[in-house]
């Protein structure tokens, strides 16, 4: 009879339950994304196949299917799949599970799979009462994470682990998920409302099919349509789209604001750009290119504000990354400008193009292989750091453009110290050239 009342409410559990939970997945082959670990011949895909799969993390943002994976895993195993989430769990519960492993592969000869949720939750001394079975193969763990395990995971349990990426999903994985959702639910969904919800869910699928719960109950559930105002509302976000021509259009005004030091356009058209669910990776690329095109040397900093930028867009995504962004916009719209990185790179490579200066001068050339100082390799070339300066006047470029200057310092900014140290140097070298115009060859002069 208990059998019977447990029965019963798990399908009403399973009934009630969030959309997302109820089309998770039950093969491989109905997993959305990533395929580079789960595609045709993919490593992971191969190892969980063969029921061969070892201690492994899972590292991604929320919603990217971390869980699912290990629930598919669960699936494909002849051994016993055992759960854990890091929130509640305690040393005490680690043990008891490996006490059953034990008791399990002697008793009955099958392994035990332990899957913990949210590991990074997991203390120092939690993980390492893992440690000893994990590495005599008692257990085959699987942990998952949103935070980066080299920070978050003990080093012996990460060495022990094979660490799989899994990234957000696409706009285009999403909208198959919405479709999927949508056809359980019986419901139908509009372009419009079907593009808002991808676009806001920021890859993360269970986001999405929260969201298009929400708007299938507001447009009136089985057997209506749900279109972008019903959208907006589940999401309590408004829509600002724009098509394909504008969204060049507005990229361009926002890169050309940051280049004109407009702050407040730049951080204008930043918040157009969220607001119409642009991709912030995107924004950040971009940032990180107009951080030399644009800035270069001038402010050197500005590069790695815009790297740091966009490194934290993916280590802590939206909404939160707006900051970063924002940060990073308002840096490079108020630092001073130079494109001598542009300038300099086009003109290099213009020379290389055309052939010129091929050969490597002969003091330039490696030395270090046997037979190099024979060719005369080498020969005649001065160390810089025996000078007490640092630095030594000898030729680098190929003989036939030793003329040619590629690189020309504005006088903007970090540049204006660029170009008086590169006229101390050329004060330097001319001196050294010419003795009567330093300061002993002045006073030999005079006498």
Request: aromatic residues 6%; negative net charge.
């Amino acid at each position: 009879m208990s059998d019977l009342f447990e029965s019963a409410a798990e399908e009403v559990m399973r009934r009630q339950a969030p959309l997302a939970a109820r089309l998770r997945p039950r093969h491989l082959d109905d997993l959305v994304g990533h395929e580079d670990l789960l595609g045709t011949e993919a490593p992971l895909r191969t190892l969980i196949q063969a029921d061969k799969l070892t201690s492994i993390i899972l590292w991604g943002p929320p919603g990217c299917g971390k869980t699912t994976l290990a629930r598919l895993i669960a699936n494909h195993t002849k051994k016993q799949f055992v759960t854990l989430s890091a929130v509640s769990a305690t040393v005490k519960d680690v043990r008891q599970i490996i006490d059953e492993a034990r008791r399990r592969l002697g008793e009955q000869n099958v392994g035990t799979i332990l899957f913990l949720d949210e590991v990074h939750r997991f203390n120092k001394g939690q993980q390492d009462a893992l440690l000893p079975s994990v590495e005599d193969g008692l257990l085959t763990f699987i942990g998952a994470t949103t935070e980066n395990p080299y920070f978050e995971v003990n080093p012996p349990l990460l060495s022990r682990s094979n660490l799989f990426r899994m990234n957000e999903l696409s706009d285009e994985a999403v909208t198959e998920l919405l479709l999927r959702g949508a056809k359980h639910e019986e419901i139908s969904l509009s372009q419009d409302a079907s593009d808002h919800l991808a676009r806001r869910a920021d890859g993360d699928a269970r986001r999405a099919l929260t969201a298009l719960e929400v708007a299938a109950v507001l447009a009136g559930g089985k057997g209506s349509t749900v279109n972008l105002n019903h959208a907006e509302q589940a999401l309590d976000a408004r829509a600002h789209r724009y098509g394909e021509d504008e969204h060049y259009d507005v990229i361009s005004a926002f890169i050309k604001s940051i280049r004109g030091s407009d702050v407040d356009a730049s951080l204008y058209w930043l918040a157009r750009m969220l607001e119409a669910g642009e991709d912030p990776r995107f924004v950040a690329r971009r940032l990180v290119i107009l951080a030399s095109e644009d800035i270069g040397m001038a402010d050197p900093m500005s590069l790695l504000v815009a790297d740091a930028a966009a490194r934290a867009v993916d280590f802590v995504g939206l909404p939160e990354a707006q900051l970063n962004l924002s940060q990073a916009v308002i840096h490079l719209a108020t630092a001073p400008k130079s494109n001598s990185a542009l300038l300099g790179i086009t003109r290099a490579r213009h020379d290389v193009r055309n052939g010129q200066g091929r050969r490597v001068p002969r003091h330039l050339r490696d030395s270090h292989y046997s037979g190099a100082q024979d060719l005369g390799h080498g020969e005649d070339y001065v160390y810089p750091h025996s000078s007490e300066a640092g630095w030594v006047e000898q030729q680098y470029l190929p003989d036939d453009i030793t003329g040619h200057r590629y690189y020309s310092p504005s006088l903007h900014g970090f540049e204006a110290e660029i170009v008086q140290r590169l006229a101390d140097q050329q004060g330097a070298a001319d001196s050294r050239r010419d003795p009567m115009t330093s300061d002993e060859g002045a006073k030999d002069q005079k006498t």
